[in-house]
């Protein structure tokens, strides 16, 4: 096999060597590797951090310099998404009592890949946090959902620079339209990491790129409602939430309709950020 943990951690030939694995045409041999990681007592909180968040974002990375095409990354990512559902009940099993906390997890405008949004939702689950949104939620309006429900905090995932000024609008619309009036947003993706600034430009009240502490910024979010702002967006950018390893691998066109966010994309890879 290409991959044989000896040790509970994981090491940068596990993640090339498994991104193979998830690209190789028998997908049971990246299960198969997962078995015997586990065995070895590699943590599941492990694996979703430190093999399949970096294998993500070496697709992405395969992708950008051609050493692999657009359906193969594709390929990948649903066998990622496969193997975090699989592991998902293993994970839940520390669960803590439910918060009572809501958060809204949504791609930025124009994001196709959100395999990111998958794996910070089984974080804030653990967490005992309702979660909404999702992958699944990919092209609705935002606006229309914080309107409709309640959310303490909504999490929006970007990593294309040329959609900056979308999601800016897009989080004020937000900010707007709320039901509830202190809700929080949290943006995260390589985007961010590599440019804190950008929180403040899309008034942000954080970013966020560690899904193991991401409930716990997005609660420390909340605990400030009607006080200053514990986490000035334009002075701080927190690393809290993974909500996006992100292969924003498609150039994203926004379309706009009286305050939505409705997107649509075409592909091409310029202007991706690759601070990964």
């Known amino acids: 096999p290409l991959v044989q943990p000896t040790k509970a951690q994981v090491s940068q030939e596990d993640v090339h060597?498994?991104?193979h694995l998830v690209l190789a045409?028998?997908?049971?041999v990246a299960h198969a590797c997962i078995e015997a990681m586990r065995s070895s007592g590699i943590s599941v909180e492990t694996i979703y951090t430190d093999l399949l968040a970096p294998v993500a974002r070496y697709l992405g990375e395969l992708w950008e310099d051609d050493l692999c095409d657009f359906t193969q990354v594709t390929v990948g990512l649903g066998r990622l998404q496969q193997v975090l559902r699989e592991l998902s009940p293993a994970f839940g099993q520390s669960n803590a009592s439910t918060s009572g906390n809501r958060v809204l997890l949504l791609p930025g405008p124009g994001e196709q890949h959100t395999f990111g949004l998958v794996m910070v939702a089984e974080f804030f689950r653990r967490a005992g946090w309702d979660v909404g949104g999702g992958p699944w939620e990919a092209g609705?309006?935002?606006?229309v959902m914080v309107k409709r429900e309640w959310f303490d905090v909504v999490g929006f995932s970007l990593g294309n620079v040329d959609q900056l000024?979308?999601?800016?609008?897009c989080i004020k619309n937000v900010r707007a339209a709320a039901l509830n009036k202190s809700i929080r947003v949290i943006v995260g993706g390589p985007l961010f990491l590599a440019n804190p600034e950008y929180v403040?430009?899309?008034n942000a009240d954080a970013a966020s790129t560690d899904g193991a502490q991401a409930p716990e910024l997005a609660a420390s979010l909340v605990a400030s409602r009607g006080q200053s702002s514990l986490l000035g967006a334009d002075s701080i950018c927190l690393c809290g939430a993974i909500l996006a390893i992100h292969l924003n691998n498609l150039l994203p066109q926004l379309t706009e309709s009286s305050g939505t966010c409705e997107v649509t994309a075409t592909g091409n890879k310029r202007n991706h950020h690759r601070a990964l």
């Open 200 to 202: 403040g430009y899309v």
């Open 140 to 143: 609705a309006d935002p606006v």
């Open 25 to 28: 045409p028998d997908e049971n």
């Open 17 to 19: 060597a498994f991104a």
């Open 165 to 169: 000024d979308d999601l800016a609008v």
